[in-house]
């Protein structure tokens, strides 16, 4: 790691303030309803965690197993609970080209919610992008190699509590 070279991005006080906003709005949004997230455990669970704790209102969670763009979506939507009339919150961490997300999204569509929200951490600037979803991004940033905040290389530095750029220097 010492070639390593981290640059931060996204303050933890930034996190914390956008979350704060965001948990405000749905709570808005959601007042009297209740809240289905769905979401990738792997790499969005601080986020969830942080979110959750912002929200003003009654939430479920249900995790998914979202494997790698070129790999087939392992998912827990053979529910315990169906989504079937619920209010969706998909939660994303990083929203690069966009395949996961919209296999991820057209699974829970297909369970017939009442209606789908997308929430991304962070989306990147990239051309690479293919997909036409309507979603929210707290922050939007250059496409970078980022870590921090639950997100890893090589599983390490998932528990920076900012997100940062990573380098490698020769």
Do not use: C, H, W
Not at 100 to 126: C, F, H, M, S
Not at 133 to 159: A, N, P, Q
């Amino acid at each position: 790691m010492d070639n390593q070279k981290l640059v931060t991005l996204i303050t933890e006080e930034e996190i914390k303030a956008a979350i704060a906003k965001v948990g405000s709005d749905l709570g808005k949004t959601y007042e009297d309803q209740q809240l289905t997230i769905v979401a990738d455990l792997s790499s969005s669970f601080i986020f969830i965690a942080d979110l959750i704790r912002e929200l003003p209102i009654d939430v479920t969670i249900q995790f998914v197993t979202n494997p790698r763009e070129d790999e087939e979506v392992l998912i827990d939507l053979e529910l315990k609970n169906t989504l079937k009339d619920k209010n969706v919150l998909i939660v994303n961490d990083v929203l690069n080209k966009g395949n996961r997300l919209e296999r991820l999204y057209n699974l829970v569509k297909n369970e017939g919610p009442a209606n789908v929200q997308i929430l991304n951490l962070i989306e990147k600037n990239t051309k690479e992008r293919n997909i036409e979803l309507e979603s929210t991004s707290l922050f939007k940033i250059e496409d970078l190699f980022l870590v921090g905040y639950g997100l890893t290389y090589k599983e390490s530095y998932r528990g920076l509590k900012g997100i940062y750029s990573l380098s490698f220097e020769e």
